[in-house]
């Protein structure tokens, strides 16, 4: 390592230790890991639950879009439900598996949204017949939407914000702006609704590129929790041959929205690279006081373990975390 990189290194160094410090001033010496069953999980710290939080796309395989980084291979992890009807039984078959919530996501429309309002009453039967938790996974949304599904139970809607209109056209391609995803922000914030933000690092053909200005925006608001993500190449996907940001960048990204929003739950989300760069990921995230770690690496246990933080395992979506966050303190001591 060159001079230069050392010397960045050492001051992203005192950058995290600044970010952890004003994290735990906040939030406590505490960090939670969430596994829903999205995929298996299992280590000698935590085994989740088998089929305890499902997936559920309401538009199956289908995206209009085709976005560089995913072109529609994540939805063929989803269980489809493509019509209320068949949404309504996808969870009944899940609670009766086990299942205490979902996530319901789908592909885009050519104008940048899930078409999840013909969905809404299906939801609040879900919510009101099977007491299911569900987070609602979103994408441009407009305020009667949002209201929607607030008056439907939803326990939170998870957005991805993106910071640059020339991302929005390359990658997603789709004829929109920044100003069409701070309106959704804008949506969901007056209509009360829980709501948890994403962004995705290294989303432009994984350079930064418009990440600052999505923290920026998202800061604005008032998140219940912010989740940082990081792009990972997909066999059979536009993208399949870039390479992610580095750890360092994404740490980076980390303290950067720490310094934003001090007192916003910043989770690190599922979406990342696997095998070693996961695990240093991790452990950087966690030294900067990350509150929350979805499907955390070894490593990022035993860091924890290090910093002496008290420690909570979770088998549902990290969007929820705000919710268990709030549960925590009120069953501190003198609460």
Known sequence: MGTAAKASFGSLRERIARARELSWRHFGRKISFYAPSFVGYKNRYYRAPHGSFPSISITGRSCALNCGHCGGR???????????????????????????????????????????????????????ELGLTVVAHTGLINADTARRLKEAGVDAVSIDIIGSDETIREVYNLQASTKDYEESLWALEHAGIPFTPHVLVGLHHGCLKGELTALRMIAKHKPSVLIIIVFFPIRKTRMENVKPPTPQTIAEILVEARFMMPRTPIALGCARPKGVHRAKTDSLAVEAGVNVVAFPSVEAIRKAEELGLEIMFSPVCCSLAYRDMMLMDTEKPGA
């Open 74 to 128: 994540i939805l063929e992890t989803m269980i489809p439900a493509t019509t209320p009807e068949k949404l309504i039984e996808a969870c009944r078959e899940a609670k009766a598996k086990g299942a205490v919530g979902c996530l319901i996501s789908g592909g885009c429309l050519p104008d940048g949204s899930v078409p999840i309002g013909r969905f809404v009453d299906a939801i609040a039967k879900v919510k009101r």
